[in-house]
């Protein structure tokens, strides 16, 4: 079996009941969101594991903010 393309995926989705294509939205927003979530521990972790070997050093959230600013 090929994999879907995205125009099969719209074309599928568009011959699906108007409640059905709902639900589909909401599922996919609600995987969307559970992988940012997992994505996000992930990172957390592994930054939480840099501090406590000293590899971050601890900073104020201002300084912080003014960084991310200054990256722009």
């Known amino acids: 079996m090929t994999a879907p393309t995205l125009d099969r995926v719209l074309r599928d989705a568009g011959q699906l009941r108007p409640d059905e294509r ?3 939205e909401d599922l996919l927003r609600k995987r969307r969101i559970e992988a ?3 994505e996000a ?4 972790k592994k930054d939480a594991a840099a501090f406590r070997k ?3 050093k601890a900073q104020s959230v201002e300084d912080v903010i003014t960084r991310l600013r200054d990256t722009k």
């Open 22 to 24: 709902d639900i589909l």
């Open 54 to 56: 000293g590899k971050l």
């Open 36 to 38: 940012w979530r997992t």
């Open 41 to 44: 521990a992930t990172e957390a």
